[in-house]
């Protein structure tokens, strides 16, 4: 079993950044890799990115390459995603997620942190 708690969002300026915190507890071991997700209102949830735990190897969506950085802190069972240069279309709820084996679903979800990009 693994949870998964998310922190960090909140309201900020179109062009402010933010970083999201994903903390894990449980058998974080079991991670393969844990990713970040969001869903604005009336969409539907897409992937933005995702972290290998056990080498790091990272992976983005078109959306937020170049502004977005995903980071793991293996000591703290702590996955972060830096966002910069955000803009009022990254309004949405972010969720993290765990996935327990290579090209499997992603088994455990967090909660979710709201993030409103005001324009």
């Known amino acids: 079993q693994v949870q998964l708690v998310e922190s960090g969002g909140g309201l900020v300026q179109a062009g402010g950044s933010l970083r999201l915190s994903c903390a894990a507890s449980?058998?974080?071991?079991?991670?393969?890799?844990v990713g970040w997700f969001r869903q604005a209102p009336g969409k539907e949830r897409e992937f933005v990115a995702r972290i290998i735990w056990s080498d790091g190897t990272t992976a983005y969506s078109d959306s937020v390459k170049g502004r977005f950085t995903i980071s793991r802190d293996s000591a703290k069972n702590t996955v972060y995603l830096q966002m910069n240069s955000l803009k009022p279309e990254d309004t949405a709820v972010y969720y993290c997620a765990c996935d327990r084996t290579p090209g499997g679903a992603y088994d455990y979800w967090g909660q979710g942190t709201q993030v409103t990009v005001s324009s």
């Open positions: 449980g058998r974080t071991f079991s991670c393969y890799r």
